[in-house]
């Protein structure tokens, strides 16, 4: 049999800092504070299903546990990525994710999470939080626990088309008005170490300052957040290669035209965040997402249109 490309319905999620724009997507959002697409993903608590094709309705985690050959036969007890789309209306709380060998540990076997951020858009001024200034873990415990926000907290302009790698033990927060496509391991734990103060459902919602302190990197360098962006020779368009860490390798892809790309990886994540066209002969748009399974080979593409891929 020969392989045919997973598209994939994604999972929305309501969040307090959630607006509309996922609208601009094409998916059909639960409420007006709608946060974050789960593209592709395979976690228990967002589980994409196949949309039509062979898998019709199997559940992502489903194909991972019972044809791994789709996935080149890689090891592993969990489907390893993640990929969302990100709506932030309002600010995000100021947190910071745990490493592989610490959530292991102390969140029941989870996997950590390193992430990466492609922006997608945001408002002229617009900034994010990535870092902070303290000097030493006792500088560090003593402006979070004196909430020393200003001195504290690292803020950087940003603009469309910026690349971050977020690494386990970064402080970071996306800022109002950017939409971003996040990359990371198939992870959903986050520690909040600030949170403005705000209430869901008529509560604070809850810190984790204690945990935030064991897993903060300290000094913050700044080069832990820089991919490689380097560009890969292309025909019918150009391919850019955004990150390549131990956890994944994620790609930038413009088509203009009609272009062929052979990964000749085990499977490949794809989420078109522009345009439209056709991908193996079938119509594709802004807000689709699919799996190029092992074994596919050359995926020919044809249309104007800006996809994010990511392999490990």
């Known amino acids: 049999m020969s392989q045919e490309l997973i598209f994939l319905e994604p999972v929305l999620k309501e969040m307090i800092w959630g607006g509309e724009r996922l609208k601009e997507f094409g998916y059909e959002l639960p409420g007006a504070n709608t946060g974050e697409c789960w593209a592709i993903s395979a976690h228990p608590h967002g589980d994409c299903r196949v949309a039509g094709g062979r ?3 199997a559940a992502l985690s489903g194909l ?3 044809h791994r050959e789709l996935f080149g036969d890689t090891d592993g007890d969990r489907f390893p990525l993640l990929v969302k789309i990100i709506d932030a209306s ?14 292991a540990v102390h969140e029941q076997g989870s996997l950590g999470k390193t992430e990466c951020w492609y922006v997608l858009d945001c408002p002229d001024g617009a900034d994010i939080v990535i870092g902070h200034h303290a000097k030493s873990d006792k500088e560090l415990r003593e402006m979070i626990l004196q909430e020393r926000w200003d001195d504290f907290l690292r803020v950087i302009p940003i603009q469309k088309g910026d690349f971050f790698q977020i690494e386990p033990g970064c402080l970071h927060a996306i800022r109002k008005g950017t939409v971003i496509l996040e ?14 103060g705000r209430l869901e459902n008529g509560k604070p919602r809850q810190l984790h300052v204690r945990q935030s302190l064991e897993v903060i990197r300290v000094p913050f360098d700044e080069k832990d957040t820089r991919g490689c962006r380097r560009r890969i020779p292309a025909a019918g368009g150009t391919r850019e290669l955004l990150v390549c860490c131990p956890k994944y390798s994620v790609e930038r892809v413009c088509v203009e035209g009609k272009m062929a790309v052979n ?9 078109l965040v522009e345009g439209e066209g056709l991908a193996a002969g079938l119509p594709v748009k802004k807000g689709t997402n699919f799996l190029v399974p092992a074994g596919f080979g050359s995926l ?4 104007q249109m800006e996809l994010i891929c990511s392999y490990l």
Not at 263 to 271: A, L, M, Q, R
Not at 300 to 303: I, S, T, Y
């Open 55 to 57: 898998y019709d309705g």
């Open 64 to 66: 991972w546990a019972e």
């Open 90 to 103: 309002r600010d995000l709380s100021i947190q910071v994710h745990p490493d592989d060998r610490y959530a």
């Open 183 to 196: 990359t990371q391991q198939s992870s959903d734990i986050t520690y909040r170490v600030y949170d403005y």
């Open 263 to 271: 990964w000749e990886k085990p499977f490949v994540n794809v989420t």
């Open 300 to 303: 020919e593409l044809e249309g």
